[in-house]
């Protein structure tokens, strides 16, 4: 607690001195950018000033998906991944994007991203959900120091914050992604990068590298802990960090290391918990993780390869209770960008692990996950990408409702993306 009150502390005197130099900068430039903004560059016209809503954009992807190919297990299911996994499933709208951003002053940027295929179950489909709405508020005339605030994603493991739009494999990995249930929450965020950087991660994602985007070099937030989309369970914020710096060699290749963790509370909700199972009469959860991130970017080899550990609550057989425990898992994507004419494909293998719990689950539902996976991306052009992946899948997942329960198969899993 200490360690996250200084946490706390020091994050409140930067944001404060920031803000102080943010006020003096604006004082002694406001007539100097006022002059700029109602000049054009030829003969000193007054230029024409756009309203805010002029410099926002409208972007976004969809995606449809069919998962039943070659199954050999009805049974196999992974919820957080694909809710039209196994038994019932079909064709699958698994997202619906529209993104609406842009600058609409000189230091304040808007993201706002709803979704229109949540699945809040397997019986109540697409429905519209928010699943970004920030604000990035710039604390210097180059945007090097940011804070984000609002719903947002947490900083924490590379893929988790890699878009779906870019990622190679069709779902996350379980290990880091068992953090953070649509790996988002709302908080307060300070990130730092060099513009010179800035730039780097911009190029990352525009060059179809598959980069995570801008999370800064540096960043560290508080946020409410109980994931995106859901009250807060109690008075104590999450706590969050990462280091992270792409390296760029005289070869032009690019890799990139970093490392995360966050700690807090978790409270297990009402509906997340069955009956008789037990637990704390407050039902709340020690919730920590550390993570080590390597990037070597596709150009042509790649490797992605993230690891894990922790505690956090998890089902226990044996006592039929939720408990701390301890969390560990990894995975390790290679692939190969191949450029044909006009054309991209990009052949990748992953294989991951993970063994712990999934506290936004039923039980905070127990996991043993062996997984590997055999794909390939096809981009005709840029507003169309077709993924197939062969799945090879050993599955344990247990809780109050469903004991020893290991699933085993194997199933081919095909994916239409759209981009506009």
């Known amino acids: 607690?200490?360690?996250?009150?200084?946490?706390?502390?020091?994050m409140v005197s930067v944001q404060l001195f920031l803000f102080t130099l943010?006020?003096?900068?604006?004082?002694q430039n406001a007539a100097v950018s006022d002059t700029s903004a109602a000049l054009s560059d030829r003969g000193g016209t007054p230029a024409a000033k756009k309203h805010w809503y002029e410099t926002i954009s409208l972007r976004g992807y969809a995606q449809v998906r069919y998962n039943r190919l070659l199954e050999t297990n009805e049974k196999l299911k992974c919820d957080q991944c694909d809710k039209s996994w196994g038994e019932g499933g079909g064709f699958f709208l698994r997202r619906m994007r529209l993104i609406f951003s842009g600058n609409v002053h000189e230091r304040v940027f808007i993201y706002i991203q709803p979704d229109f295929a949540s699945s809040a179950s397997s019986t109540n489909l697409h429905f519209g959900q928010i699943r970004d709405a920030y604000f990035d508020l710039s604390l210097d005339r180059k945007k090097e120091f940011r804070l984000r605030i609002g719903q947002s994603k947490v900083p924490f493991g590379f893929e988790n914050m890699q878009s779906s739009q870019n990622r190679l494999p069709l779902d996350r990995n379980d290990a880091l992604n068992s953090s953070l249930s649509n790996e988002r929450d709302i908080g307060v965020f300070f990130y730092w990068a060099p513009d010179k950087i800035r730039q780097r991660f911009a190029s990352l994602v525009n060059d179809g590298l598959k980069g995570s985007g801008d999370y800064g070099v540096f960043g560290i937030g508080a946020f409410n802990g109980q994931t995106a989309n859901k009250p807060e369970g109690n008075d104590q914020a999450h706590i969050v960090a990462r280091l992270t710096y792409p390296f760029e060699l005289n070869n032009g290749q690019i890799?990139?290391?970093?490392?995360?963790?966050?700690?807090?509370k978790f409270v297990i909700s009402t509906e997340n918990r069955s009956k008789n199972v037990k637990a704390p009469t407050d039902f709340s959860f020690a919730d920590e993780r550390v993570a080590a991130t390597f990037v070597l970017y596709p150009k042509p080899f790649g490797i992605q390869a993230e690891y894990n550990i922790g505690r956090g609550p998890e089902f226990n057989t044996v006592t039929d209770s939720i408990e701390v425990q301890s969390l560990?898992?990894?995975y390790i994507t290679v692939s190969y960008m191949l450029k044909i004419k006009k054309q991209v494909l990009i052949p990748f293998i992953r294989s991951q692990y993970y063994d712990g719990g999934k506290r936004f689950e039923l039980d905070a539902r127990s996991y043993i996950v062996n997984e590997y996976e055999y794909g390939?991306?096809?981009?005709?052009?840029?507003?169309?990408?077709?993924?197939?992946?062969?799945t090879m899948s050993d599955r344990r997942f247990e809780d109050m409702v469903q004991q020893d329960n290991r699933q085993k198969g194997?199933?081919?899993?095909?994916?239409?993306?759209?981009?506009f």
């Open 410 to 419: 194997n199933l081919l899993r095909l994916q239409a993306q759209f981009n």
């Open 376 to 390: 390939i991306e096809w981009q005709p052009f840029k507003n169309f990408e077709f993924v197939a992946m062969y």
């Open 22 to 27: 943010l006020n003096g900068a604006t004082a």
């Open 1 to 10: 607690m200490k360690f996250k009150r200084d946490v706390l502390l020091t």
């Open 255 to 264: 890799f990139e290391p970093g490392i995360q963790a966050y700690s807090g």
């Open 328 to 330: 560990k898992g990894g």
